[in-house]
């Protein structure tokens, strides 16, 4: 006769293969929809740390509470014929598909309350809080239902309290397996391939099959009938007065809250770490995410093989916790040789140029190194604790419930404390340091009270374990920010590795990205956000920052309200700032560490942020625009690569549609685009998508490799009068065209391309990027991993190029006055025949910067040799003069610049006055000629007395005519005017040392080489003080230091031997 536990137990093992490939599925959907409604709110809320947060803590939120209830509630149905734990689980399933399906409505509704809510002026954290709440409106009830799925599948299928870890460890393996593939699928497949509306109805579409399916079978009578008793079911029979454990119940679910804390520090910070190495790609985060998702399902899975055998006991969770810290903390040292280690792969096999998957088949091996065995562990704790925690079966749901809403609870509180207080204050690496610590800490309190508090050796592990997780040396900042993820190949030269060990200036770790500044003397400056370059003083980079600012304020009348999307190094918008009548500057900037960093580009920028009309919002540039109450005259936003994840939602169609609503008329839009990561099929979506939006426009190139759209909804036109009254009447203009190579106004006709008109008429592509297909994101990280041509892609723009109307007719001076702005973007094979014949100081002059700026290292003689003929041919042109005289300054020639900056003054070029000025001072005390030196500065400091370049250019005259302890004030003022006043600092340390002040001349020292910490001949200096201040075994270490990189320096090898002899 069958018995009443035979007849459940053959219930279950018909619906238990079901019930797994349902659960898979629905892992699989449940990370999908985590995926297109975190990106779907990204664009209403913005790209930034607190809105992405904010949507993964709604998402969480629900998961628990769902839990916490379904728990319960199925406790309380625990005597009802198994099949219908299925059929309420289907029930959930079609919920969760109907829900999907009104999210899209849902969520356009939120995007339609928040924008008449910020549009309204409402700011700050009422703002923040009606977000939430539409975040919440539209989260929460489906995470709810998805949250309740996994005490109603305990129901259905544990039948005995031994097989509580086996059969969880199955269903919640199985259902972080399904979310591993939801991720894959969602990142590679669904966005890019079908956009996010089809993505969720599909998505949807699947939910709603395996529901009805689930229903259908658990509403199938059972093969067997028998009457089952409302006070006993299954092993409840031998269950009636569980056995206590000995301790606190409430340990399991608080000790696994606090591991959902640290795993979530875990899972913050190695992403942030392995973006740094890896790439910051929306594919790249794709594969840190699944990877970690493989390790928690497989983990789990694992659970019956490596745990299940043994008795569950605390002191097993405490070990399984303190492994988990263990291996947490050997992930550290290894995240920080991650670069090298991706670098030796890549050049080792030559796999760079082999194609996104196959590099990102490496990312994954390199991501399994580091979180495969930590990951694995965590998987196993899920199972193990809910093991320990269920006393009965009668509380089975409500046990599974507690301990997952306990860990989502702890997940919650880990997210906000990585992403808001520990990687912003302390930095990713401190960070996992902490977690690990979190985890050891658990382990430790779940051993003294397993082993009733009473002393045991086997404490002293976790507890050396911290103090070895303490004693972790730092990373090295320069090979975590070396960008070897998009740029190894730069790195595959002999010796030229030595480049990743160079000590940033500054470096942060900040809510949304990792900013460093490196700075190498005075006049190389550049910040990097996550090891790519975002703004720097090379010349190309400066052409492009400016003119982003200058160009489309060439085209306004008279503009008043400006934002500018993108701080970079400020100079964009001081250029927007310096046109009369400005008003008003909105800078948007989503990390402020780029807005700290802007200390050492103050004296690049004429210290823009110090305008009182300027001000910094810290959000995405996205939401400002969308949200802002206010409209503008000006738009320009310059935000970094669009391969970079979140980057490309300011480079859709409904992006650019909203930034033309925000135009006051006669407004104009300003938009950088890159073109060396990029295909001639991505450079024509972005100009259709943009030139979409707005009805005029034209393409402009800045530099070699970058291009600025303008676009209107009105008629355009760039007089050239305007433009020319406009830079007679601003010497700050006419010093900033000097600078990028606008030596005249209409010189900046020659960057021009073509219209809209001409663009929009061609057979280019007509491809759209969009919000819901973002194809610029997902196809531009492909063109970093195989070889695209930078020369053909510019060169198929090059074909379609056109004179500027307002040119038109061409004459032979305006086809001087165009070549010089097509050297400026390289178009050398459209060179007019008398801009190349060399036959006056114009043409040969051209013909000297193209020399430079083609292969700079390589054309010394032949640049001299054209600049010496645009002398010889024009002796007293002071263009000429003037850009000789700083060739020569460059190679050390100080004399016969000196003699070229005299002849240039005589009539300076426009806007070149002080700066030759300058030039001509820093010639004179070279070439110690200090009388014509303080004749040339003094008119200059009473003019300039309060700038740091003037301070620095008198303290080194006092220095050269030997009065060091006079010098020593200016340079200290140089110092407080200028952060990074590298010269203030050389020579104060210089003066110190020469009024016999050694003390102070170590300090100075110190301050100079944490601005230039690469700077062997400081470092060098500084040795030299400590060993005259007796301080040899610090000396001795400055000097090791310099021969660490660079081991054939004989200067320190020299100091170093008498150091030891002595």
């Known amino acids: 006769m069958t018995s009443h536990l035979d007849t459940i137990k053959e219930d279950v093992r018909r619906h238990l293969r079901w019930a797994l490939v349902f659960f898979f599925i629905s892992g699989m959907t449940g990370l999908i929809y985590e995926v297109l409604w975190t990106r779907r709110l990204s664009l209403i809320f913005g790209h930034t740390v607190l809105a992405v947060s904010t949507v993964v803590a709604c998402f969480m939120t629900g998961l628990g509470l769902g839990s916490l209830i379904a728990g319960r509630l199925s406790d309380r149905r625990a005597n009802q014929q198994r099949g219908r734990f299925l059929a309420i689980y289907g029930a959930l399933e079609i919920f969760i598909g109907l829900w999907a399906f009104l999210s899209i409505p849902l969520l356009n509704f939120v995007e339609s309350a928040y924008l008449g809510l910020s549009t309204r002026g409402m700011t700050g954290s009422p703002l923040y809080f009606a977000c939430l709440a539409f975040a919440m409106l539209v989260l929460v009830p489906p995470t709810t239902a998805m949250g309740a799925t996994l005490p109603v599948m305990s129901r259905l299928l544990v039948l005995e309290k031994a097989t509580v870890g086996h059969l969880l460890a199955r269903l919640y393996g199985l259902n972080t397996?399904?979310?591993?593939?939801?991720?894959?699928?969602?990142?590679?497949?669904?966005?890019?391939?079908?956009?996010?509306?089809?993505?969720?109805?599909?998505?949807?579409?699947?939910?709603?099959?395996?529901?009805?399916?689930?229903?259908?079978?658990?509403?199938?009578?059972?093969?067997?009938?028998?009457?089952?008793?409302?006070?006993?079911?299954?092993?409840?029979?031998?269950?009636?007065?569980?056995?206590?454990?000995?301790?606190?119940?409430?340990?399991?679910?608080?000790?696994?809250?606090?591991?959902?804390?640290?795993?979530?520090?875990?899972?913050?910070?190695?992403?942030?770490?392995?973006?740094?190495?890896?790439?910051?790609?929306?594919?790249?985060?794709?594969?840190?995410?699944?990877?970690?998702?493989?390790?928690?399902?497989?983990?789990?899975?694992?659970?019956?093989?490596?745990?299940?055998?043994?008795?569950?006991?605390?002191?097993?969770?405490?070990?399984?916790?303190?492994?988990?810290?263990?291996?947490?903390?050997?992930?550290?040292?290894?995240?920080?040789?991650?670069?090298?280690?991706?670098?030796?792969?890549?050049?080792?096999?030559?796999?760079?140029?082999?194609?996104?998957?196959?590099?990102?088949a490496v990312d994954v091996g390199l991501s399994a190194l580091l979180l495969f065995l930590p990951t694995l562990l965590m998987g196993l704790a899920f199972p193990l604790a809910n093991q320990l925690y269920t006393q009965s079966l009668s509380g089975l749901g409500k046990s599974v419930g507690e301990i997952y809403s306990a860990n989502t609870l702890g997940c919650i509180i880990g997210s906000i404390l990585a992403g808001f207080v520990c990687i912003p204050v302390l930095g990713a690496q401190t960070t996992l340091k902490l977690a690990a610590v979190a985890n050891l800490l658990v382990a430790l309190l779940l051993l003294l009270v397993g082993r009733k508090s009473k002393p045991h050796p086997s404490l002293l592990a976790p507890l050396l374990t911290i103090v070895m997780v303490a004693a972790l040396p730092a990373w090295e900042p320069g090979l975590m920010t070396g960008g070897v993820g998009f740029s190894a190949p730069r790195y595959f030269q002999a010796g030229s590795e030595s480049l990743l060990y160079e000590e940033p200036a500054f470096y942060r770790d900040g809510l949304s990205c990792t900013v460093t500044v490196m700075l190498d003397g005075s006049d190389e400056l550049v910040l990097k956000v996550n090891g790519k370059t975002d703004a720097s003083l090379a010349q190309g980079d400066q052409q492009t920052q400016y003119l982003a600012g200058y160009l489309p304020a060439m085209f306004h009348s008279d503009p008043k309200r400006i934002a500018v999307i993108g701080l970079g190094g400020g100079q964009s918008a001081e250029a927007l700032a310096t046109i009369k009548g400005v008003e008003h500057v909105d800078v948007v900037e989503l990390e402020h560490a780029v807005v700290e960093a802007q200390k050492y580009w103050g004296i690049h920028n004429d210290f823009i942020l110090k305008d009182p009309r300027v001000q910094v919002h810290a959000t995405d540039g996205r939401t400002f625009i969308l949200g802002s109450p206010d409209t503008f005259d000006i738009i320009a936003s310059e935000p970094s690569n669009p391969w970079i994840a979140g980057i490309g939602n300011l480079f859709t169609l409904e992006f650019y549609q909203k930034c033309a609503q925000r135009l006051n008329p006669g407004g104009v839009m300003c938009q950088w685009f890159n073109l060396y990561a990029a295909s001639v099929k991505e450079t024509d979506m972005v100009l259709h998508t943009f030139f979409t939006a707005f009805p005029e426009g034209s393409v402009w190139m800045s530099s070699y490799g970058d291009l600025l759209l303008i676009g209107s909804n009105e008629k355009l036109t760039l007089d050239p009068e305007r433009l020319r009254a406009r830079w007679e009447s601003n010497p700050e203009i006419q010093s900033d065209f000097y600078n990028i190579g606008l030596f005249e106004p209409e010189n900046l006709f020659g960057q021009y391309l073509f219209s809209r008109e001409d663009f929009m008429k061609s057979d280019r592509s007509k491809l759209f990027n969009t919000d819901d297909k973002p194809a610029l994101e997902y196809s531009a990280p492909f063109n970093l991993y195989r070889p695209t041509d930078l020369g053909a892609v510019i060169d198929s723009l090059f074909e379609k190029a056109k004179t500027h109307p307002a040119l038109l007719p061409l004459t032979a001076e305006k086809e001087l006055s165009l070549a010089q702005g097509w050297v400026n973007i390289q178009r050398i094979q459209d060179m007019p025949e008398t801009a190349v014949r060399g036959d006056t100081a114009s043409s040969a002059l051209l013909m000297a910067q193209m020399a430079l700026r083609l292969e700079p290292s390589k054309r010394e003689e032949a640049a001299r040799k054209r600049f010496a003929l645009a002398l010889k041919l024009e002796p007293q042109n002071s263009l000429a003069a003037a850009l000789t005289a700083e060739f020569e300054e460059k190679y050390r020639n100080f004399q016969v610049a000196a003699d070229l900056y005299r002849l240039a003054l005589k009539d300076p070029p426009p806007g070149t006055g002080e700066r030759l000025t300058r030039g001509l001072a820093r010639c004179l005390i070279q070439s110690q000629q200090l009388a014509e030196a303080e004749t040339v500065l003094a008119p200059y400091m009473t003019h300039h007395g309060e700038t740091a370049r003037a301070n620095e250019l008198w303290g080194q005259l006092m220095l050269a005519r030997k009065e060091p302890v006079q010098s020593i004030p200016y340079f200290q003022k140089a110092t407080e005017l200028n952060y990074a006043s590298v010269l203030g600092y050389w020579g104060l340390a210089e003066a110190y040392v020469a009024a016999d002040q050694l003390q102070e001349a170590e300090k100075a020292y110190r301050s100079l080489l944490e601005l230039t910490p690469n700077d062997s001949r400081a470092l060098i200096n500084l040795g030299v003080v400590l060993a005259k201040l007796g301080k040899n075994s610090e000396s001795a270490e400055t000097f090791k230091k310099v021969l660490s990189r660079s081991p054939n320096n004989q200067r320190a090898l020299e100091y170093l031997t008498i150091l030891r002899n002595s």
């Open 177 to 360: 397996l399904g979310a591993f593939t939801g991720a894959g699928l969602a990142g590679f497949v669904l966005l890019p391939q079908l956009g996010s509306l089809a993505s969720v109805s599909l998505t949807a579409l699947t939910n709603l099959t395996i529901g009805a399916l689930a229903v259908g079978i658990g509403r199938r009578p059972a093969s067997h009938r028998v009457e089952t008793s409302p006070q006993m079911t299954l092993s409840e029979e031998a269950e009636k007065s569980p056995e206590s454990p000995g301790w606190p119940t409430w340990l399991v679910p608080l000790s696994f809250g606090m591991a959902g804390v640290s795993s979530m520090g875990f899972q913050i910070a190695w992403t942030r770490g392995l973006a740094l190495s890896l790439g910051s790609s929306t594919y790249a985060f794709t594969t840190i995410l699944t990877t970690f998702l493989a390790g928690l399902g497989l983990g789990s899975l694992l659970y019956p093989k490596l745990l299940g055998k043994r008795r569950p006991t605390l002191t097993s969770l405490a070990w399984l916790q303190a492994s988990i810290g263990l291996a947490g903390a050997v992930s550290i040292p290894l995240l920080g040789v991650l670069p090298l280690l991706f670098l030796y792969v890549m050049r080792r096999f030559d796999l760079f140029y082999s194609g996104l998957y196959t590099v990102l």
